[in-house]
Every structure is written in structure tokens, then in C-alpha cells.
């Protein structure tokens, strides 16, 4: 079975400074990943996914993700951080056969931004 | 922008009671999923849909759990008889193609209380 491990379940960071949020994935063959991110009282939202073409993946607000298979990664990066960042970021893998799809998600990391 | 919506936003119910979890999925989609997150857990997959039939189930996902597509835009999640442990978010998501690359788009979820 495939997962993920999100590495700090709350990271505290300063308006302007670098947001990292790591990921490291378990996979028996090549992963599709995905981060999403989840605002209060607000459903998941797609920030970014990579699905084997290029390893560095650009997503919405400023986000990006590098695919690292040496390194079983998939970190997240915004160069610097605004207060609207404050959320809960959730990794996750797909798993299963085609028309059986299910996303194995991390346990969450919960970003707090400090003014 | 088409999204997922999902009905009630909370629900509060005694222990045994049956409750009905609404979703109405993006209407070109095909595929649809029920996922949960227990409170400070995290997101786990519950069931995915396609054809008006269960693809795939995980183990929480015991005779006491049901799901169905009653008309063409309305999928459902019901508990016949609630426990205290069902206490949970309950989030609907949906997608076109139940392929692994497939971004699957996430309504906002239903808080269930079970008292």
C-alpha cells in the first residue's frame, strides 16, 4: 500500500519568509502526488499535483513542489509566506486501478503565519 | 466555477439514529468519493463510485454504511445506525476519469456529531 508522511504536524513561519512543508512518500511504483490545502470551514482545495511529466510542479497562489525520487519527496515551497497562507496543507498519494482511484492523505501540517 | 456542494453543513444526531450525508458532485463528473476526518486525524478514504456501483470500499466502510446516486445529480452517504465513533467531517469529491492523475475536487464538507 502506498503513503505519505508529513514531517511537523504545525509549522509556525513570518510574513515573508520561506514556507517549507515536507512530504515523503511510499510507493511500489511511480507515484502521483498531490497537495492540497484546506482553509477554515472550507473543503480541500487542489494546490498542486504531480503526475510524471515535469518534477518541478507550479501551483496556484505561489506554491511549488519538487519530485524527488531519490529522496522519496515531495516538499512544498512558497518563496515568501502571506498571512492569507494560514491553513492546513495535506499531502496525499493515489492508489488503486484505473475507475478505483482513492487519495491516501498525510496526517496534515497546519501553517500558521506570524505577522 | 462549478463546485462541489454538500448538505447539512453540521448535523447533530443521538447515537442509532440514521442520517443522510448530501452531496451534489460537479455535473460532468463521473466518478464520486466519500472521505472522513475524525477530528485531528487524518482525511481517510471511505468509498468511491462509478456506474452506480461501489468500486472500491475500505474497511470502515461496514454494512452500517451505504451510498447511492437516487437522481442524476444527487450522491448520498447514509448511517443506518450512528455511533459515537462516526463523529466526524465528512467530505464528498468528485472527478471525471477515476484515473490516478485525476485531480478530484472536494466539497466542503458535513461535521456529524453523534451524541
Known amino acids: 500500500a502506498q503513503s505519505v508522511t508529513q514531517l511537523g504536524s504545525h509549522v509556525s513561519v513570518s510574513e515573508g519568509a520561506l514556507v517549507l512543508l515536507r512530504c515523503n512518500y511510499s510507493?511500489?511504483?511511480?507515484?502521483?502526488l498531490f497537495w492540497y490545502v484546506q482553509y477554515p470551514n472550507q473543503g480541500l482545495q487542489l494546490l498542486l499535483k504531480?503526475?510524471?511529466?515535469?518534477?518541478l510542479v507550479k501551483g496556484i497562489n505561489g506554491f511549488e513542489a519538487e519530485f524527488k525520487k531519490s529522496e522519496t519527496s515531495f516538499h512544498l515551497t512558497k518563496p515568501s509566506a502571506h498571512m492569507s497562507d494560514a491553513a492546513e496543507y495535506f499531502c496525499?498519494?493515489?492508489?488503486?486501478?484505473?475507475?478505483?482511484?482513492?487519495?491516501?492523505f498525510g496526517q496534515g501540517t497546519r501553517l500558521t503565519i506570524n505577522p | 466555477e462549478p463546485e462541489v456542494t454538500q448538505t447539512p453543513s453540521h448535523q447533530v444526531t443521538q447515537m442509532g439514529q440514521e442520517v443522510i450525508l448530501r452531496c451534489v458532485p460537479i455535473?460532468?463528473?463521473?466518478?464520486f468519493y466519500w472521505y472522513r476526518q475524525i477530528l485531528g486525524q487524518k482525511v481517510e478514504f471511505l468509498v468511491s463510485?462509478?456506474?452506480?456501483?461501489?468500486?472500491?470500499k475500505s474497511e470502515i466502510f461496514d454494512d452500517q454504511f451505504s451510498v447511492e446516486r437516487p437522481d442524476g445529480s444527487n450522491f448520498t452517504l447514509k448511517i443506518r445506525s450512528t455511533k459515537l465513533e462516526d463523529s466526524a467531517m465528512y467530505f464528498c469529491?468528485?472527478?471525471?476519469?477515476?484515473?490516478?492523475?485525476?485531480?478530484?475536487?472536494f466539497g466542503p464538507g458535513t461535521r456529524l456529531l453523534v451524541l
Open positions: 504531480y503526475t510524471s511529466a515535469a518534477t
Open positions: 455535473s460532468n463528473h463521473l466518478y
Open positions: 469529491a468528485s472527478g471525471t476519469s477515476g484515473s490516478g492523475r485525476e485531480t478530484q475536487y
Open positions: 510507493s511500489s511504483v511511480p507515484p502521483y
Open positions: 463510485f462509478y456506474n452506480n456501483e461501489i468500486s472500491e
Open positions: 496525499a498519494v493515489s492508489e488503486g486501478i484505473q475507475g478505483a482511484q482513492k487519495l491516501v
